[in-house]
């Protein structure tokens, strides 16, 4: 299949003619040579979520990660530092690493007994004579910046750049928000990740996180049976907003129909009186403020390229070729709130992965979006939608109603400019 | 790797009140029903304390603390075919086609219920063929079952179903395994 990227034509960039305000161009998401230069352009060089601190909690822990088709290990190191390391030997390509999970100090190749140590140095090989020497200059490939916030782990692979907090922007006060929430302002991911495999390539799913449009169809089935509140939060008369928070993030900012309410934990399909003690312990830390965090509760955010909280599930979205990704998913744990964490847990197991009464449904929704843009016409995608109603908030976010394709543009945005950049 | 089966923790004898033939023909029942999307047959198999679960990552860790793929008390169990019955459950509508084979059934001995009596646990092998318009996609693996006597009836109390390939990436799982 030939590319339709064209980079000598246009007076602009050369996605000009594949990215336009109001519709997008259905080849993004099919064209395989725009998925490779998506894997250089955004994942081995923007900054790309990967985990979660608390997985790794103890010196010489590590799982095993995604990092676009990369093959990564997080590991702690004894003085508690964080490394992204790849899963390959520095001497014939073999992994190094074979469980998900464990604690090791070190990493023996099971080829020829090369020694890594967790950290990524190179401490040991057999029969060194046949090198002349006991030392090489050779390590474990590495993701050379890690950087974290509020225990989110992400990663870039280039050498120099923006660093996190610049480009999380304003989505790290969402972050914060999630964190709040925590009587000791902790979050951790302990539970564990649901793998969901998806044949649809990965920006259908980022641009369906903060779509407020879809929820009443894809998800009236499960709404309508559970009497499920969530619904009207995405109706045509919602007092909720969708905000394009920059640099490609989004949210869902439901705290307008939460704030009419007024009602403690609502937010999270719960009264005060069903979970007293965490209340109290939020009481406790906030004072004054408790009754607004209580109120307001978590964010629906979606931070470029793959992060996605849902109030209290978090996904990690990782692509595998240009129709296919891999959605992993799990339940927000807040340290000090005991009697949330197993809630969160059991709603989470509910809603997410391959069998999760919501999921399971938009994952259908991405696989048939995927096979109908092999239609050639009408070429395009629209994401038109509140265009014409799209403010700006007293902050100097663009805004729109709560199920408008505000967010989708700030993606698509954020997308052109650095598929464009050198 | 094959995980080893660990449910036979805290298993006493094999209740005598279980007769092979008729166990046999409550989880082929229970298969069928299933495969052909028979909701209202399905949940009334269920006691009132059922547990159905899906464990990821062998044999799963405790299911309230850890993420499964399913875990439904009765309640949820009745939730997921209400959602099946709307005809709106996208994920599995519309309805994959289905056929599975059980095997290798063997009785592993009985544990005490919530009601004072004695569950038979049982064991088998099994593998779905599933077609949907992505493709023909083979689900296997081992299923533990609680069953427990009611009059002349068999109800199933618990189902625990552990996927071979649960510690990988899985397509969804839209329709009752």
């Not at chain 1, 209340?279 to 629906?300: C, F, N, S, Y």
Request: charge should be negative; hydrophobic fraction near 35%.
């Amino acid at each position: 299949m030939t590319s339709v990227i064209n980079t000598s034509t246009d007076t602009g960039g050369p996605y000009d003619r594949l990215i336009k305000r109001d519709k997008v161009h259905g080849s993004l998401y099919t064209d395989p040579a725009i998925f490779d230069q998506e894997l250089r352009k955004i994942w081995y060089r923007t900054w790309v979520f990967v985990g979660h601190d608390s997985e790794v909690a103890q010196p010489g822990d590590y799982v095993r990660k995604r990092l676009g088709l990369q093959d990564v290990i997080m590991t702690r190191d004894r003085d508690g530092e964080l490394h992204l390391l790849l899963n390959r030997c520095a001497h014939r390509g073999n992994q190094v690493c074979d469980d998900v999970k464990g604690n090791a100090s070190a990493f023996r190749c099971p080829y020829h007994g090369w020694t890594y140590r967790n950290n990524g140095e190179l401490v040991g090989f057999p029969f060194f004579k046949g090198y002349g020497e006991r030392k090489l200059d050779l390590a474990l490939g590495r993701v050379p910046r890690v950087d974290s916030y509020h225990g989110f782990v992400f990663g870039s692979f280039a050498t120099e750049g923006p660093a996190l907090l610049e480009h999380l922007g304003a989505a790290s006060g969402e972050l914060d928000r999630l964190a709040q929430l925590s009587p000791e302002g902790r979050v951790e991911l302990t539970a564990g990740w649901l793998q969901h495999q998806t044949r649809a390539n990965w920006k259908l799913l980022a641009e369906n996180e903060t779509d407020g449009y879809h929820p009443q169809f894809v998800h009236g089935s499960i709404f309508g049976v559970t009497g499920s509140t969530i619904g009207p939060l995405y109706s045509d008369s919602s007092t909720a907003v969708t905000r394009d928070l920059g640099n490609g993030h989004s949210e869902n900012d439901l705290r307008p129909e939460f704030r009419k309410f007024a009602e403690p934990m609502r937010w999270f399909g719960t009264t005060e009186s069903r979970v007293p003690d965490y209340v109290a312990a939020m009481r406790a830390k906030h004072g004054q403020d408790a009754e607004r965090i209580l109120i307001e509760g978590a964010p629906h955010v979606m931070i470029f390229p793959n992060l996605f909280i849902a109030e209290i599930q978090v996904f990690n979205i990782q692509p595998v070729a240009v129709g296919d990704c891999v959605q992993y998913s799990t339940a927000v744990q807040l340290v000090g709130a005991a009697e949330l964490n197993r809630r969160m847990v059991s709603q989470c197991v509910g809603s997410v992965g391959p069998a999760g009464m919501l999921l399971a449904d938009d994952t259908e929704m991405y696989e048939r979006n995927q096979a109908g843009l092999a239609s050639l016409t009408p070429e395009w995608v629209d994401v038109r939608r509140g265009l014409n109603r799209e403010r700006v908030d007293e902050n100097g976010f663009t805004i729109g109603g709560a199920t408008d394709e505000t967010g989708m543009r700030g993606f698509w945005r954020r997308y052109k400019s650095l598929m464009e950049a050198t | 790797m094959t995980t080893v089966v660990s449910t036979q923790m805290g298993l006493g004898p094999v209740p005598q009140e279980f007769d092979r033939h008729a166990v046999e023909q409550l989880l082929y029942r229970e298969a069928r029903l299933a495969d052909e999307g028979d909701y209202d047959a399905w949940e009334a198999l269920w006691t009132d304390d059922a547990l159905y679960w899906v464990p990821v990552g062998g044999e799963g860790g405790d299911p309230q603390q850890q993420m499964s793929v399913v875990y439904d008390n009765r309640n949820r169990i009745s939730t997921r075919l209400k959602q099946l019955r709307t005809g709106k459950r996208y994920a599995q509508a519309p309805a994959s086609n289905l056929r599975r084979l059980l095997s290798n059934i063997e009785f592993l001995g009985g544990r005490e219920n919530a009601d004072g009596g004695v569950d038979l646990e049982v064991g088998a092998n099994f593998l779905v063929i599933e077609s949907r318009s992505r493709g023909m996609r083979l689900w296997g693996g081992r299923t533990t079952y609680r069953l427990r006597r009611r009059d002349d009836d068999i109800l199933l109390a618990y189902k625990k179903v552990v996927l071979v390939d649960n510690d990988q990436p899985l397509p969804t799982l839209g329709f009752l395994i």
